[in-house]
Structure formats: structure tokens, C-alpha cells
């Protein structure tokens, strides 16, 4: 059986196919358990430490409310209320949040800085996303797409926007499962070459095509789920303008949709941009599971929680 126990997850590209779905189900499994009303206090008596360096709704309040149903606790550490806000190193302060709590979850800009946390940290330490990676956010899309079509190996999913820390884990996340991912971002907005190249890599193993194009219509032709995410993420405020004109014809709307599957499912991490990277018809639609996909945060959270921390 497959155990995560004592690990991080700072991304997909750690973990095993087996090792993912082993998440998936277990959410599954504690959705149900919660709808239906059953105790679950996997997690009596342990603590996550929450360090946000970024702005969050989902992240912060699935974590914190998946940490009270499990029975545990979580601390809210925005960065201006930690010693590290004043230069405290974040080697200190993993080895100091190590003797307090039982996990830490991070939101940072950089992704070496979270790297360094786990490397100094005695308890598992979870990627709360970062300017690169966004593995949570996978995996709750992955467990939504898994009950909107009822398997995912084979199943195609076109990105159409910024090729940003979602498109990264997307990538890695659908290579490991053998989702088929194909990407359209404007020229100069492509995904890293690098981390391509690394899910290129993992590809293989399971029959996975990973394409990148700038033709919107080219990706999503076929798809069995079309994903966008906003043209301007946390961090790059400053190129607002500059994008709002780069990204002008890689909006999802009806039109897009129309190119896809007849039975496609939109999603998007949230928060979104009517108007902007999708037309409020489509988010807005009988298509879209941005809503499931934002509670199944909570549920693969928890399974994730219990897979590293519990006893
Ligand atoms: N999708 C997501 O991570 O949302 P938040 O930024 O609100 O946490
Ligand atoms: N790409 C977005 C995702 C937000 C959940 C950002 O980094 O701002």
C-alpha cells in the first residue's frame, strides 16, 4: 500500500501516478464522509503552520477549515506577522516551526525559498503554490475531472492563456496520470522550456502528450476539458497593460468551447476575470465545474493533510 507519510509535496513531479491517485480516491472517500456527516478526526491534536507571503481565498480557507474537520488546527501566518518579514532566515524558520507544528503550508514568490524551507524543516512541508507551481490546485482539478468523466488516462485537456505556475503543474500533473495536455499561450508567454521538458520527460512513462502551440483553437480541438486562468497572476501587476493586449485573442468563450469536445468541462483555479481570459457565458455556464473545482480543494487537501501527517 502506498504511504506518504513524513513526505513534502513542493510538486507533482515528486510523486508517483499511484502515489497521486492514492490522494484522489482518499478525497473521494472523505468527500463522502463529510456530505454524510461522519467524524473524521484523522488529524486529533496536530497543527499546520499557514505562511502566506501572496494574497489567498481558497488556499487559506480550505486548508483551515479541512484542518478543524479533521480534528487538528491551523495558524494563519500572514508574512508581515512572522520574524521573516524582518529578515529572519527561512532556514530559522523552519527549523523553529519544526518543534511547534506537525506540518507547514506555503505560499511564496519564489520557489526556491519553499525548497529551502523543506530542506530545513523536520515536518512535511506543502506547496501552497509559488511564481512556478501550483500542485494543489492540480490536484483538485484532477479529482474533478476524474468525477466528471469517470477515468482520466487518455483524457485530453487544452490549456489556453498565460503559461504561468498553473500550466507548469498542469503539465506535470497530467503527464504523470497520462492525461493528454496540450497548452496555447501568445508568443513570449509560453510555459518554462525547462519544465516542458521535464513533463515531456515523465510523459513518457505513461503515453501522455504534452503540446504547447499558440493557436487557441488547436489546443482545444477534441479536448475533454478546456482551463484557463488569469492573464495577469500575483506578482506581475506591473505588465497588466502590456498582457491585456498579448492575450486579446486567448479568450475562452462560446466560440472556443465550440472547438472542444461536445461534452467538455471548463475549469479555472480561480480567481477569474469575466471579460478577460473567459467570457462570463462560458465560466458562468452549463459547462463549468469552477465551483466543484474549488471545493474539492478542501477534500484533496484533507486527504493530502492525513497522507503526510496523520500517525
Ligand atoms: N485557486 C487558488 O489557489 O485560489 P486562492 O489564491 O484564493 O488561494
Ligand atoms: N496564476 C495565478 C493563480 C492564482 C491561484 C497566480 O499566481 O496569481
Known amino acids: 500500500s502506498v504511504s506518504l507519510k513524513g513526505r513534502h509535496l513542493l510538486t507533482l513531479a515528486d510523486y508517483t501516478k499511484e502515489e497521486i491517485m492514492k ?32 494574497l489567498s481565498t481558497r488556499t487559506r480557507v480550505s486548508f483551515e477549515v479541512g484542518m478543524i474537520q479533521l480534528g487538528g488546527h491551523a495558524l494563519f501566518l500572514g508574512k508581515d506577522d512572522l520574524q521573516m518579514g524582518r529578515g529572519e532566515t527561512v532556514e530559522d524558520t523552519a527549523k523553529v516551526l519544526s518543534r511547534f507544528v506537525d506540518g507547514i503550508m506555503i505560499r511564496a514568490y519564489s520557489h526556491d525559498s519553499v525548497v529551502q524551507l523543506a530542506n530545513n524543516s523536520s515536518v512535511p512541508v506543502i506547496n501552497g503554490l509559488t511564481d512556478d507551481y501550483h500542485p494543489c490546485q492540480v490536484l483538485a482539478d484532477l479529482m474533478t ?34 492525461v493528454h495536455c496540450s497548452i496555447a499561450a501568445p508568443k513570449g508567454y509560453e510555459p518554462k522550456q525547462a519544465i516542458v521538458e521535464k513533463a515531456q520527460e515523465i510523459a513518457k512513462e505513461t ?6 502551440t499558440n493557436d487557441p483553437k488547436e489546443a482545444v480541438n477534441g479536448a475533454d476539458a ?37 461534452e467538455a468541462v471548463f475549469l479555472h483555479c480561480l480567481p477569474a476575470h469575466r471579460g478577460e481570459e473567459v467570457s462570463a457565458e462560458v465560466i458562468d455556464g452549463p459547462q463549468s465545474l469552477v465551483f466543484d473545482e474549488a471545493e474539492n480543494r478542501l477534500h484533496v487537501q484533507k486527504a493530502l493533510m492525513v497522507a503526510l501527517m496523520a500517525d
Not at 149 to 160: D, F, N, Q
Not at 207 to 212: H, L, R, V
Not at 242 to 249: C, H, M, P
Request: with cysteine.
Open 226 to 262: 478546456v482551463y484557463t486562468d488569469v492573464w495577469t497572476s500575483m506578482g506581475w501587476e506591473e505588465e497588466q497593460q502590456q498582457r491585456l493586449k498579448a492575450f486579446a485573442d486567448f479568450q475562452v468563450n462560446s466560440e472556443l468551447m465550440a472547438a472542444a469536445d461536445q
Open 145 to 178: 475531472l476524474y468525477e466528471a468523466k469517470g477515468s482520466l488516462e487518455g483524457k485530453k485537456l487544452a490549456y489556453v492563456g498565460d503559461g504561468n505556475n498553473m500550466t507548469h503543474s498542469l503539465m506535470i500533473g497530467c503527464a504523470k496520470i497520462g
Open 23 to 54: 490522494i484522489i480516491n482518499d478525497a473521494i472517500k472523505l468527500k463522502d464522509m463529510q456530505k454524510k456527516g461522519v467524524t473524521h478526526h484523522y488529524l486529533k491534536g496536530k497543527s499546520i503552520a499557514m505562511i502566506f507571503e501572496k
Open 207 to 212: 503515453g501522455a502528450k504534452i503540446e504547447i
